[in-house]
């Protein structure tokens, strides 16, 4: 977010500067004032007849704010941001580039300080930086439609009221509405606070209520937005990386049971070695060897009395076939 350098809250006393331009602004100025603006003149070379236009307009506003403030002093009016506002403004209408970075601010407010005897705006007059000097553009017009609308109200004449009422109203909606998108509620900046401050302003006013669809502030947006974008972003990374771990078991079916193999026969090798050790160096070895020659005798020993059972306990018979004998064992039972 860029820097804030200037004050927002400038536009409080609004209705009190327009008063003192009701109060009469010219050209025409004492000849203190006349000779000041012909010597800033003097320092420029193009525009020259706008620059004597714009300092004497200015000085002329300066004429009427003692007055004007003296009369009001139990107000607490504070004006003097929105003077350096209109003094930048009208400055820029000029188009010289150099009138802005030159001594022009300095050199007329101490002329005022001096010459007009307002001491209370010494500090306040300056070049406003662009980016700023745009939002500020933004909030003057806003409470500039504002001033419009109670003028409206307290005029004499009723005539179309309500119609001049919420032409206004209309143009305040969409001048704010267009910038409020800017001002999420987490944005604490000094120009979305004053947004809010004029929207307790324009809520408050309750004239010429049946206005048509229009006229409604927008609410700030949420912080949803960059929660959403934030979650769809998970989203994308989670769906990339499912994606990434299909194409890998697709690519490379069978991978996981090659290290499957080696890994069987190692262990059956590893087995029998052991095995065949446990047999050829150590006692359980031999024990091993020993019984099974001995189980083996008992099973040659057996077998022997078991053929003598059955040749003891058979019957030969003598049969002949075409003269032919032969002789057939029977066991007897």
């Known amino acids: 977010m860029a820097a804030e350098n200037e004050e927002y809250n400038i536009f409080k006393d609004f209705d009190a500067y327009k008063k003192i331009e009701l109060m009469g602004i010219s050209n025409s100025v004492g000849m203190i004032d006349e000779n000041f603006c012909y010597e800033m003149q003097s320092k420029f070379v193009n525009n020259t007849d706008k620059i004597i236009e714009k300092c004497q307009e200015f000085l002329s506003f300066c004429s009427n704010y003692n007055p004007f403030i003296i009369i009001n002093s ?86 179309n009221k309500c119609e001049k009422i919420c032409a206004q109203k209309i143009e305040c909606a969409k001048i704010f509405n267009q910038n409020i998108d800017k001002c999420p509620v987490n944005n604490e900046s000094k120009f979305c606070k004053e947004l809010e401050q004029f929207r307790l302003k324009y809520d408050d006013e309750r004239t010429c209520n049946k206005c048509s669809e229009g006229v409604q502030l927008n609410p700030r947006p949420q912080i949803i937005q960059e929660e959403e974008s934030r979650g769809q972003r998970t989203e994308r990374a989670d769906a990339r990386m499912d994606s990434e771990m299909q194409e890998s078991t697709v690519s490379h079916p069978t991978s996981d049971t090659y290290p499957i193999i080696p890994t069987v026969s190692c262990i059956t090798i590893g087995v029998f070695l052991i095995f065949f050790l446990l047999l050829k160096y150590t006692p359980v070895g031999t024990y091993l060897h020993s019984r099974i020659i001995r189980k083996k005798m008992m099973w040659n020993n057996l077998e022997e009395e078991g053929d003598e059972s059955l040749l003891s306990n058979s019957e030969i018979y003598e049969i002949s076939s075409e003269n032919t004998p032969f002789h057939v064992t029977y066991h007897s039972m």
């Open 74 to 159: 139990r107000r607490n009016i504070n004006i003097c941001g929105i003077m350096n506002y209109q003094l930048n403004y009208n400055l820029r209408t000029i188009k010289e580039k150099n009138v802005l970075e030159s001594s022009f601010y300095p050199s007329i407010t101490e002329h005022i300080r001096t010459k007009k005897g307002i001491t209370t705006c010494t500090s306040n007059f300056h070049k406003i930086e662009e980016n700023e000097f745009q939002k500020l553009g933004i909030l003057y017009d806003l409470y500039d439609n504002a001033h419009k609308i109670n003028s409206y109200i307290l005029a004499v004449s009723q005539e």
